[in-house]
């Protein structure tokens, strides 16, 4: 008993129940029918016959292979060649220009499902065309869409017909890691330095610092003879440069990494079916677009293998809009195996293709020994020439008779700029697990963040305690791009676009405890380059290109929690809302040349509670020593001399700044609150455009086709056409429908007429009873009574006179009515033959 086949998403096949369905509509005239999908010509019956008579060929010289998958019937149950189902394409997204994202594009946009029987090829190998509009296929439709668009692109891309793993058949990724997992870490908002990982980014920045504000002894890494080491190994003695030490930190193991490692090998070890699931995947060749090296892309999931590295079983075939391959290395295991298809001892074809193939005549292999020492290759040689001639005309003649295979029977396979945009059919939304992660997938403009991509990874295998949590955005008018969280660490890590509010580049805050804020250097004037907190102990801020050379400022604060000390060294934005009290100002500057170093300042400390200011200055070119210069602010300015006021205008700048960037952190942070609250998603500008355009056609057609129904609506004949043929009408059908119309017009006017007289005849008998009452009651002399029949008989008398004037009206209009209706019926065209 065979149980139905289900993908790791819960899909099972319906390809018969989708092919039936169109069926139905294409007999019902519901879809369009091209020709070229519901009937074959000369050629492609020509192609099929050859075809057929290899496939016998083949099968009595090899009757232990499987049967070769050349033909299958589309959607509208026609038998096609399999290589004219691939129709290479060439769309005008930037994107399917490239292997990975096309590749991606066709994972993502189609929804997969397994095919009914794993042992056996698909019966039914529908059109690209149908498979993305049904946004659903098996591994053949994936693989044959991709090929196509790889074709189209300009690669040497094929469709291979082999075996594959369980996994790889269900498209389970649940044991095999993430392959976004190094990428997303690599990933740096706009600027310089792209493909580097913000935290590397961040350590340079604060090593290339560290360098400018100190001066610290090189490490000479490990001393150790190679000599020695080479001559104790019993090698030979060391020649060269001594290699630096490299150093390789152990990578960090969490409890359950060693659980389940083998699970593939476990799962492949325990299906009885190993070996033998069927699967079509894509193999690109080296050599065209810059591809160096043999590629398997499996299409379902977009993962790309070099070929020596890839997890497939065994390959039986190969084919694309060119030729049909049939592999004859299915003894050699797959690592093993040469993609030459030039080489007939290796692959069988099926076509000629003189472009692709060369005409290589085959023979048997000897060595040249062989050749030369055997008495038989004289007469060999003699016949040869004597029969040169006669096969040179026959093959002239079988040059000119020699079949190519048929084009492709498939429309081009186009996608709408919507359906491009939405890329996840049909919400634009998908997600995929991984081995301690899972990815989760959004169009552009589809989620109410702006959020295109967020992925999760996690500590264990169930996915149940979250490691890492990495969130991508597009179009936020915060200019939001990236965010990394980790709950463990309670450590959130922002990176924003250029362009937002005060330069801001990276935000990395540990919840309670740190905060760093990196910034666009070149678009701020003070020439912050990241602010560094120590939250409730310390801030540094570190410049660059400033005038004044300063590249360095710390301050070391602690919190004022009773709130008694009344100094004016205070800083606010301490924990719950207490003030801060600077203990210690720290400045570094950088060289100036123009300065004698005795006089430049390197650095500057205040040491606010005791009173006092050190100010060091640049050591001088050939010295090993520096000024240094103690000021302590309780002396009196006389012991001093000048310079003290201008250490207290210094300390007072350098307070002022910090105080200043201080409330500038605050406001940023209350910022990116409020924006968080209140997210906004920018449309882009080309899509706003592309969209009115689309919904002024939309009205253009919505227009056209209510005026279309209006008009059908108001044909004053329609009623009289039902059963009867405008354009072939005879005579006696004219004159019936000449005789309807105008007798249904007759009795469209009595009935006007009888409906004005009938409310003529009403009005005329309410005036006589009201006439008839007030005789009766007019002995009473009551002249309210007779003011009320006065305006009663005035009001009715008016009506009467309406209605009698309607009906004058009514019947002068009705002879016309009918006269006109008389004429228009001698004058409509589909009413000629009474003429």
């Not at 915060?478 to 890590?493: I, Q, Y």
């Not at 300065?595 to 100010?615: C, G, L, M, Q």
């Given at each position: 008993?065979?149980?139905?086949?289900?993908s790791?998403?819960?899909n099972?096949?319906?390809?018969t129940?989708?092919?039936?369905?169109?069926?139905?509509?294409a007999?019902?005239?519901?879809?369009?029918t091209?020709d070229?999908?519901?009937?074959?010509?000369?050629?492609?019956n020509?192609?099929?016959?050859?075809v057929?008579?290899?496939e016998?060929?083949?099968t009595r010289?090899?009757?232990?292979?499987?049967?070769?998958y050349?033909?299958?019937k589309n959607e509208f149950?026609v038998?096609?060649?399999v290589?004219?189902?691939?129709?290479?394409?060439?769309?005008?997204?930037?994107?399917?220009?490239?292997?990975?994202?096309?590749?991606?594009?066709?994972?993502?946009?189609?929804?997969y499902?397994?095919l009914s029987?794993?042992?056996?090829?698909?019966?039914?190998?529908?059109?690209s065309?149908?498979?993305?509009?049904?946004?659903?296929?098996?591994?053949?439709?994936?693989?044959?869409?991709?090929?196509?668009?790889?074709?189209?692109?300009?690669?040497?891309?094929?469709?291979?017909?082999?075996?594959?793993?369980?996994?790889?058949?269900?498209?389970?990724?649940?044991?095999t890691?993430?392959?976004?997992?190094?990428?997303?870490?690599?990933?740096?908002?706009?600027?310089e330095?792209e493909?580097?990982?913000?935290?590397?980014?961040?350590g340079?920045?604060?090593?290339?610092?560290d360098e400018?504000?100190?001066?610290?002894?090189?490490?000479?890494?490990s001393?150790?003879s190679?000599?020695?080491?080479?001559?104790?190994g019993g090698?030979?003695?060391f020649d060269?440069?001594?290699?630096?030490?490299k150093?390789?930190?152990?990578?960090?193991?969490?409890?359950?990494?060693?659980?389940?490692?083998?699970?593939?090998?476990?799962?492949?070890?325990?299906?009885?079916?190993?070996?033998?699931?069927?699967?079509?995947?894509v193999?690109?060749?080296?050599?065209?677009?810059d591809v160096?090296e043999m590629?398997?892309?499996?299409?379902t999931?977009?993962?790309?293998?070099?070929?020596?590295?890839s997890?497939?079983?065994?390959?039986?075939?190969?084919?694309?809009?060119?030729?049909?391959?049939?592999?004859?290395?299915?003894?050699?295991?797959?690592?093993?195996?040469?993609?030459?298809?030039?080489?007939?001892?290796?692959?069988?074809?099926i076509?000629?293709?003189s472009?692709v193939?060369?005409?290589?005549?085959?023979?048997?292999?000897?060595?040249?020994?062989?050749m030369?020492?055997?008495?038989?290759?004289?007469?060999q040689?003699?016949?040869d020439e004597?029969?040169?001639?006669?096969?040179?005309?026959?093959e002239?003649?079988?040059e000119v008779?020699i079949l190519?295979?048929?084009?492709?029977?498939?429309?081009?396979?186009?996608?709408?700029?919507?359906?491009?945009?939405l890329?996840?059919?049909?919400?634009?939304?998908?997600?995929?697990?991984y081995?301690k992660?899972?990815?989760?997938?959004?169009a552009?403009?589809?989620h109410?963040?702006?959020?295109?991509?967020?992925l999760?990874?996690?500590?264990?295998?169930?996915?149940?305690?979250?490691?890492?949590?990495?969130?991508?955005?597009?179009?936020?008018r915060?200019?939001l791009?990236?965010?990394?969280?980790?709950?463990?660490?309670r450590?959130?890590?922002?990176?924003?676009?250029?362009?937002?509010?005060?330069?801001?580049?990276?935000?990395?805050?540990w919840?309670?405890?740190r905060r760093?804020?990196?910034?666009?250097?070149n678009?701020?004037?003070?020439?912050l380059?990241?602010?560094?907190?120590?939250v409730?102990k310390?801030?540094?801020?570190r410049?660059?290109?400033?005038g004044?050379?300063l590249?360095?400022?710390s301050?070391?604060?602690?919190?004022?929690?009773?709130?008694?000390?009344?100094?004016t060294?205070?800083l606010?934005?301490g924990?719950q809302?207490?003030?801060?009290?600077?203990?210690?100002?720290?400045?570094k500057?950088e060289?100036?040349?123009?300065?004698?170093?005795?006089?430049?300042i390197?650095?500057?400390t205040?040491?606010?509670s005791?009173?006092?200011v050190?100010?060091?200055y640049?050591?001088?070119d050939s010295?090993?020593?520096?000024?240094?210069?103690?000021?302590?602010?309780?002396?009196?300015?006389?012991?001093?001399?000048?310079?003290?006021?201008?250490?207290?205008?210094?300390?007072?700048?350098?307070?002022?700044?910090a105080?200043y960037?201080?409330?500038e952190?605050?406001?940023?942070?209350?910022?990116?609150?409020?924006?968080?609250?209140?997210i906004i998603?920018d449309?882009p500008v080309?899509?706003?455009?592309?969209?009115?355009k689309?919904?002024?056609?939309?009205?253009?057609?919505?227009?056209?086709?209510?005026?279309e129904?209006?008009?059908r609506q108001?044909?004053?004949?329609?009623?009289?056409?039902q059963?009867?043929?405008?354009?072939s009408?005879?005579?006696?059908d004219?004159?019936?429908?000449?005789e309807?119309c105008?007798k249904?017009?007759?009795?469209?006017?009595?009935?006007?007429?009888?409906?004005?007289?009938?409310?003529?005849?009403?009005?005329?008998?309410?005036?006589?009873k009201?006439?008839?009452s007030?005789?009766?009651?007019?002995r009473?002399?009551?002249p309210d009574?007779?003011?009320e029949f006065?305006?009663q008989?005035?009001e009715?008398?008016?009506?009467?006179?309406i209605?009698?004037q309607r009906?004058?009206q009514?019947?002068e209009?009705a002879?016309?009515?009918f006269?006109?209706?008389?004429?228009?019926l001698l004058a409509d065209?589909?009413?000629s033959?009474?003429r």
């Amino acid at each position: 008993m065979s149980f139905p086949q289900i993908s790791a998403q819960g899909n099972k096949s319906t390809k018969t129940q989708r092919t039936k369905t169109l069926l139905k509509n294409a007999k019902e005239g519901l879809i369009p029918t091209p020709d070229a999908y519901v009937s074959n010509n000369h050629k492609e019956n020509l192609c099929l016959e050859y075809v057929k008579t290899f496939e016998e060929n083949f099968t009595r010289l090899f009757p232990e292979r499987v049967s070769r998958y050349l033909t299958s019937k589309n959607e509208f149950g026609v038998e096609k060649f399999v290589c004219t189902s691939v129709r290479p394409t060439q769309l005008q997204y930037r994107e399917m220009y490239n292997v990975s994202k096309c590749a991606s594009f066709v994972a993502h946009y189609l929804d997969y499902e397994p095919l009914s029987n794993p042992k056996s090829p698909p019966s039914t190998l529908p059109s690209s065309t149908q498979v993305l509009d049904w946004c659903v296929g098996d591994s053949f439709d994936f693989a044959t869409v991709l090929c196509s668009y790889l074709l189209g692109a300009g690669y040497d891309a094929y469709v291979v017909q082999g075996y594959a793993p369980k996994y790889i058949c269900e498209r389970d990724q649940s044991e095999t890691a993430c392959p976004f997992l190094g990428e997303d870490e690599g990933v740096a908002v706009g600027g310089e330095g792209e493909g580097e990982s913000e935290e590397s980014k961040v350590g340079d920045e604060k090593k290339d610092d560290d360098e400018a504000e100190s001066y610290t002894v090189k490490e000479h890494g490990s001393i150790e003879s190679q000599f020695i080491k080479q001559n104790e190994g019993g090698g030979e003695a060391f020649d060269g440069p001594i290699p630096k030490p490299k150093f390789k930190p152990e990578p960090i193991k969490w409890d359950s990494d060693d659980e389940n490692e083998n699970g593939l090998e476990q799962a492949a070890a325990k299906d009885p079916l190993h070996g033998k699931r069927v699967h079509a995947w894509v193999l690109v060749r080296g050599g065209k677009r810059d591809v160096e090296e043999m590629l398997f892309v499996e299409p379902t999931t977009a993962r790309v293998y070099p070929v020596s590295e890839s997890p497939y079983l065994g390959v039986e075939s190969i084919w694309n809009a060119k030729n049909y391959w049939v592999n004859m290395q299915y003894e050699q295991e797959l690592i093993s195996h040469s993609y030459d298809f030039a080489n007939p001892d290796l692959w069988e074809f099926i076509f000629i293709d003189s472009g692709v193939i060369p005409l290589v005549e085959k023979k048997v292999e000897r060595s040249i020994m062989e050749m030369v020492n055997d008495p038989s290759m004289e007469d060999q040689e003699e016949g040869d020439e004597q029969e040169g001639e006669g096969k040179e005309e026959e093959e002239e003649e079988g040059e000119v008779n020699i079949l190519d295979i048929p084009e492709s029977w498939v429309d081009k396979l186009g996608i709408k700029r919507s359906n491009y945009n939405l890329a996840y059919p049909p919400f634009g939304h998908r997600t995929v697990l991984y081995k301690k992660a899972k990815l989760e997938l959004f169009a552009v403009n589809t989620h109410d963040q702006g959020m295109v991509k967020r992925l999760t990874v996690y500590k264990d295998l169930a996915r149940t305690i979250v490691k890492e949590c990495r969130e991508t955005f597009v179009n936020r008018r915060d200019r939001l791009a990236r965010r990394v969280r980790c709950p463990l660490e309670r450590k959130v890590h922002e990176s924003f676009g250029p362009g937002r509010l005060l330069s801001l580049k990276h935000l990395i805050e540990w919840t309670g405890k740190r905060r760093e804020m990196h910034f666009y250097v070149n678009a701020r004037l003070d020439g912050l380059k990241c602010r560094e907190e120590d939250v409730g102990k310390k801030i540094i801020e570190r410049f660059e290109g400033r005038g004044d050379n300063l590249v360095y400022r710390s301050i070391k604060v602690k919190e004022n929690l009773d709130g008694t000390n009344k100094s004016t060294f205070l800083l606010q934005g301490g924990m719950q809302n207490n003030d801060l009290l600077v203990l210690k100002m720290t400045e570094k500057y950088e060289r100036n040349v123009v300065k004698n170093a005795k006089e430049d300042i390197a650095k500057r400390t205040f040491y606010v509670s005791e009173n006092k200011v050190r100010t060091h200055y640049h050591y001088a070119d050939s010295c090993i020593t520096r000024s240094t210069l103690l000021h302590d602010k309780e002396r009196s300015a006389e012991d001093v001399g000048e310079s003290l006021m201008e250490v207290i205008n210094a300390e007072k700048d350098c307070l002022s700044d910090a105080r200043y960037s201080q409330n500038e952190t605050a406001d940023l942070l209350t910022t990116r609150k409020h924006e968080e609250e209140e997210i906004i998603v920018d449309q882009p500008v080309f899509e706003t455009a592309s969209g009115k355009k689309e919904e002024e056609k939309e009205e253009e057609k919505s227009e056209e086709m209510e005026s279309e129904k209006d008009r059908r609506q108001l044909d004053y004949l329609t009623p009289f056409l039902q059963n009867i043929d405008p354009k072939s009408m005879s005579r006696e059908d004219a004159q019936k429908v000449r005789e309807a119309c105008m007798k249904a017009l007759k009795d469209r006017l009595l009935e006007r007429a009888n409906i004005i007289q009938n409310r003529l005849n009403e009005e005329n008998s309410a005036l006589a009873k009201h006439q008839a009452s007030f005789q009766r009651n007019q002995r009473e002399n009551d002249p309210d009574t007779e003011e009320e029949f006065e305006r009663q008989c005035s009001e009715a008398m008016f009506r009467i006179q309406i209605l009698e004037q309607r009906l004058v009206q009514h019947e002068e209009n009705a002879l016309k009515k009918f006269k006109d209706m008389d004429q228009k019926l001698l004058a409509d065209p589909r009413m000629s033959v009474l003429r």
